[in-house]
């Protein structure tokens, strides 16, 4: 028996009993279905009410583009989207690197394989892409730590260094094409 001011609430458990532990009884009324209390029934949502029913959270009333092929973004996101997917691609590349230590350490037959596949057309790709990787991630790390000391932390100092590391990273990359070539 529960009382509340002046009424009086019998709590009775799915079996009709009364509980009398305290956690059986917190479970009980907060499991429960409400019986004391009648929630409204929501409206029926069509497009002349649903601006009145749903609350917005926030005053901007600026227009909202999910189009992603339409939005302009800044050089600095382009450049940030670009240092990880680097870092990705270098994480997947440590793998293939890896191994190919393993085989050039294993002995000389398979470090003799290991040079003829690495010889292919095809391998000199992969090698100048992990290569072309390495050097922006390398680069654009640099620009964060640069950044970090408080030198280009301005909207244009961040226009101005993804430039150098866009720039800088082209070069390094035809660098590596012919020494790899």
């Given at each position: 028996m529960l009382t509340a001011g002046h009424v009086n609430f019998s709590v009775l458990g799915a079996d009709r009993q009364a509980l009398t532990n305290c956690n059986r009884l917190s479970a009980q009324l907060?499991?429960?279905?409400?019986?004391?209390?009648?929630?409204?029934?929501?409206?029926?949502?069509?497009?002349?009410?649903?601006?009145?029913i749903v609350r917005p959270t926030s005053k901007d009333t600026r227009p909202v583009n999910l189009d992603l092929g339409t939005i302009q973004l800044p050089v600095t996101a382009y450049a940030s989207i670009a240092h990880r997917v680097t870092g990705v691609l270098m994480f997947f590349a440590s793998f293939l690197l890896l191994w190919a230590l393993d085989r050039s350490l294993a002995s000389e037959a398979s470090f003799d394989a290991l040079s003829e596949v690495l010889s292919s057309p095809f391998a000199k790709v992969v090698m100048w892409g992990v290569a072309s990787a390495l050097t922006y991630h390398a680069l654009a790390g640099v620009k964060h730590l640069v950044m970090d000391t408080g030198v280009g932390e301005t909207m244009r100092g961040g226009v101005i260094g993804a430039r150098i590391v866009f720039s800088a990273a082209f070069t390094a990359a035809i660098l590596w094409g012919v020494a790899i070539w």
């Open positions: 907060y499991c429960a279905p409400m019986r004391f209390w009648h929630r409204p029934d929501l409206p029926a949502v069509n497009e002349t009410n649903l601006r009145a």
